[in-house]
C-alpha cells in the first residue's frame, strides 16, 4: 500500500471572506441552511466548550493507531485550513496532541477535527486550541504507516472534499461542499433574519404556538 499525498486543492481569493462569513453562523443555522446536510454524527464532539472555528478542509486518512500523514498534511497545509481527519478502520488511539497542535498553530491552520482520540487535553484546553474528536486517551500512536492526504473521506457518515468549508462550535461540526458554499451563505443569512422577526415576537409575549401556527396541529392529535 503507497501513500498518497494531494499538494494542491480547489482553493479560491475569496475563500478567507466566505470562512469569515461562515463565522458568523452557528453549526446549527448551516446545517438547517443546507437542508440538515452535512453535520457530522454527535459522537464528534469538542474537548473545550465556548471554542469556534471554521476553514477549507485538509483531508487525512490515516493507518489505525498511527498519525504520520498529519505531519504530512502541515507541509501542505495553508494558513485558514481546517484539518479533518480519519482512519482506514477506526481507531480511538490519541492522534493528536499538545505538540502537534503547536505546529498547527504556527501554520496557522485553525482547527483540528477527527473521529479518532486525540491526548494532552489540559494542555489543547491551555491553550485553546479548536479540537473536535471522538475519544480522549493517553494511548499513543506509531509514525512510520502510509495513507493519504487531500483524497476524499468519509467522516461520521459525511462526504468531505478536499477545499470543503468546514464550520465547528459547541453543537458539533457541519461540512458544506465547495460549490455549495456561496448559496449555503445566502440562505443562512435570509434564516437568521427570519429568527430575528421571531425572536422579536417571542420576546414581545407571543406564544410559540400562535406564531408557529402549530394550533390546527394540536386540535388535530
Given at each position: 500500500?503507497?501513500?498518497?499525498?494531494?499538494?494542491?486543492?480547489?482553493?479560491?481569493?475569496?475563500?478567507?471572506?466566505?470562512?469569515?462569513?461562515?463565522?458568523?453562523?452557528?453549526?446549527?443555522?448551516?446545517?438547517?441552511?443546507?437542508?440538515?446536510?452535512?453535520?457530522?454524527?454527535?459522537?464528534?464532539?469538542?474537548?473545550?466548550?465556548?471554542?469556534?472555528?471554521?476553514?477549507?478542509?485538509?483531508?487525512?486518512?490515516?493507518?489505525?493507531?498511527?498519525?504520520l500523514m498529519l505531519h504530512a498534511a502541515l507541509e501542505v497545509a495553508q494558513p485558514g485550513d481546517v484539518i479533518v481527519m480519519t482512519?482506514?478502520?477506526?481507531?480511538?488511539?490519541?492522534?493528536?496532541?499538545?505538540?502537534?497542535?503547536?505546529?498547527?498553530?504556527?501554520?496557522?491552520?485553525?482547527?483540528?477535527?477527527?473521529?479518532?482520540?486525540?491526548?494532552?487535553?489540559?494542555k489543547l484546553r491551555e491553550m485553546k486550541y479548536p479540537v473536535w474528536s471522538k475519544y480522549?486517551?493517553?494511548?499513543?500512536?506509531?509514525?512510520?504507516?502510509?495513507?493519504?492526504?487531500?483524497?476524499?473521506?468519509?467522516?461520521?457518515?459525511?462526504?468531505?472534499?478536499?477545499?470543503?468549508?468546514?464550520?465547528?462550535?459547541?453543537?458539533?461540526?457541519?461540512?458544506?461542499?465547495?460549490?455549495?458554499?456561496?448559496?449555503?451563505?445566502?440562505?443562512?443569512?435570509?434564516?437568521?433574519?427570519?429568527?430575528?422577526?421571531?425572536?422579536?415576537?417571542?420576546?414581545?409575549?407571543?406564544?410559540?404556538?400562535?406564531?408557529?401556527?402549530?394550533?390546527?396541529?394540536?386540535?388535530?392529535?
Amino acid at each position: 500500500m503507497k501513500h498518497v499525498i494531494v499538494r494542491q486543492i480547489p482553493r479560491s481569493p475569496k475563500d478567507p471572506e466566505r470562512v469569515s462569513q461562515l463565522l458568523e453562523y452557528g453549526v446549527a443555522t448551516i446545517s438547517e441552511s443546507q437542508e440538515k446536510l452535512g453535520l457530522l454524527g454527535p459522537s464528534i464532539r469538542p474537548i473545550q466548550p465556548g471554542l469556534k472555528a471554521a476553514g477549507t478542509a485538509v483531508t487525512v486518512k490515516c493507518s489505525d493507531g498511527d498519525n504520520l500523514m498529519l505531519h504530512a498534511a502541515l507541509e501542505v497545509a495553508q494558513p485558514g485550513d481546517v484539518i479533518v481527519m480519519t482512519t482506514m478502520t477506526g481507531s480511538a488511539n490519541g492522534m493528536f496532541g499538545e505538540l502537534l497542535a503547536n505546529a498547527f498553530r504556527v501554520r496557522g491552520i485553525n482547527a483540528f477535527i477527527t473521529d479518532a482520540g486525540v491526548r494532552d487535553v489540559a494542555k489543547l484546553r491551555e491553550m485553546k486550541y479548536p479540537v473536535w474528536s471522538k475519544y480522549i486517551t493517553a494511548a499513543g500512536t506509531s509514525k512510520n504507516r502510509p495513507g493519504w492526504v487531500n483524497v476524499p473521506v468519509v467522516i461520521e457518515g459525511v462526504l468531505v472534499n478536499p477545499g470543503d468549508f468546514v464550520l465547528a462550535d459547541d453543537d458539533g461540526v457541519v461540512v458544506v461542499p465547495r460549490a455549495e458554499i456561496d448559496e449555503v451563505l445566502r440562505r443562512a443569512k435570509e434564516r437568521e433574519q427570519r429568527e430575528d422577526v421571531t425572536r422579536k415576537r417571542i420576546l414581545d409575549g407571543e406564544l410559540t404556538v400562535d406564531i408557529y401556527n402549530f394550533r390546527k396541529t394540536l386540535q388535530e392529535i
